[in-house]
């Protein structure tokens, strides 16, 4: 028996309009990108940005079979630096679905990672996790903002989304 779920396009959909709302709150709130932050061994929240960005682009160019850009690469000078590195994962993730089957979605894919070594998951559970990181950690900067001095005006949670009625 089948059951009705969420489809990766609409939770796609979700992060590229919650991301859009970071962005618009950050180029009005330039100062909060140098706060200090220790949120996955960042020193400030550029570098968590970067982070966050960096798992987007170098998971979505294994799910196409690209060359993973090295970690150092990726820039985090600018704010518009940091937010076309997600862009361009997004990119590769909407070209991903667009030639995705049910068949590539079970293929195993052997990952190697900063933190945790070699890890083998679909390509189903990796595009998953890429959309979960993000969440995990924007609800992580949302509160450490917060804590912060720095307010954001905006519903987080996906029930509020227009991604998907």
């Known amino acids: 028996m089948s059951f009705p779920g969420i ?3 609409e939770l796609l959909a979700d992060n590229e309009l919650s991301t859009q709302k970071w962005q618009a709150w950050f180029a009005a709130n330039p100062a909060a990108l140098d706060l200090p932050c220790d949120i996955y ?3 400030s929240v550029r570098g968590l940005l970067r982070h966050l960005f960096a798992v987007e682009l170098r998971h979505s160019q294994r799910l196409l079979g690209k060359d993973v850009i090295a970690y150092e690469a990726i820039p985090m000078d600018s704010l518009d630096g940091l937010f076309a590195v997600h862009a361009q994962a997004v990119e590769n993730l909407h070209g991903f679905l ?6 590539s979605l ?5 990952i190697s990672t900063l933190s945790a070594g070699t890890l083998h998951a679909t390509r189903r559970k990796l ?5 979960l990181h993000s969440i ?3 609800a992580q900067l949302s509160t450490h903002l917060r804590a912060h001095g720095y307010k954001t005006e905006w519903a987080k949670d996906f029930l509020m989304s227009d991604a998907m009625e």
């Open 127 to 131: 595009f998953v996790h890429i959309l």
């Open 41 to 43: 061994n960042s020193s």
């Open 98 to 103: 667009a030639g995705a089957s049910a068949e």
């Open 7 to 9: 489809a990766l396009a």
């Open 106 to 110: 079970q293929e195993t894919l052997a």
């Open 136 to 138: 995990r950690h924007w």
